[in-house]
T-cell receptor
Framework: GDSVTQMEGPVTLSEEAFLTINCTYT??????LFWYVQYPGEGLQLLLK?????DKGSNKGFEATYRKETTSFHLEKGSVQVSDSAVYFC??????????FGKGTRLSVIA | GAGVSQSPSNKVTEKGKDVELRCDPI?????LYWYRQSLGQGLEFLIY????????KSGLPSDRFSAERTGGSVSTLTIQRTQQEDSAVYLC????????????FGPGTRLTVT
């Protein structure tokens, strides 16, 4: 079945550092790909999405490019802030199936 | 409120007891989802309701778990004869029918089975 694999955390970075959180997927057909974020004490919320190959999703300084050839959707941000500390989930949607989530990566940014 | 709400926020129960968890989706959202978030396990899909269609129950881990959605709105997840491995955060989400990827999540119910 469809699955998402993302890098194990936790990831700890200093403020203004470059962030990459790796995500790869396995799916039949052509899924849409997403990053969700869960800030401390809050519910998950959609961060960005890409619906077809080579699309780049972006929001709040975060970016991810849908790479069909490597079945990847890595999340990047050029300069992280303390307020970016959260748990990040990569997810895919294929056909009418519900979202399939990765296990989540906890990011801690220290000042 | 405008968001998805869940109750209770925390529930502690003894092993073997039944529990009911409630979800109020965003008004107008026809799709409703239940997930379970266990430590180190990410989000596990449990069940999905779409309008008046039969629910997708493929993620329910055992027959102790059931859910219903009354009037196409509020949903209740019931766990019978709870076990310690049922301890987790139970999340509810809703979405518009044509935007299944954009799910709005509630704050969750933290269930602890002692």
């Amino acid at each position: 079945g469809d699955s998402v694999t993302q890098m194990e955390g936790p990831v700890t970075l200093s403020e203004e550092a470059f962030l990459t959180i790796n995500c790869t997927y396995t799916a039949t057909g052509y899924p849409s790909l997403f990053w969700y974020v869960q800030y401390p004490g809050e519910g998950l919320q959609l961060l960005l999405k890409a619906t077809k190959a080579d699309d780049k999703g972006s929001n709040k300084g975060f970016e991810a490019t849908y790479r069909k050839e490597t079945t990847s959707f890595h999340l990047e941000k050029g300069s992280v802030q303390v307020s970016d500390s959260a748990v990040y989930f990569c997810a895919l949607l294929s056909g009418n199936t519900p979202l399939v989530f990765g296990k989540g990566t906890r990011l801690s940014v220290i000042a | 409120g405008a968001g998805v709400s869940q109750s209770p926020s925390n529930k502690v129960t003894e092993k073997g007891k039944d529990v009911e968890l409630r979800c109020d989706p965003i008004s107008g959202h026809t799709a409703l989802y239940w997930y379970r978030q266990s430590l180190g396990q990410g989000l596990e899909f449990l069940i999905y309701f779409q309008g008046n269609s039969a629910p997708d129950k493929s993620g329910l881990p055992s027959d102790r778990f059931s859910a219903e959605r009354t009037g196409g709105s509020v949903s209740t997840l019931t766990i019978q004869r709870t076990q310690q491995e049922d301890s987790a955060v139970y999340l509810c989400a809703s979405s518009r029918r044509d935007r299944a990827y954009e799910q709005y999540f509630g704050p969750g119910t933290r269930l602890t089975v002692t």
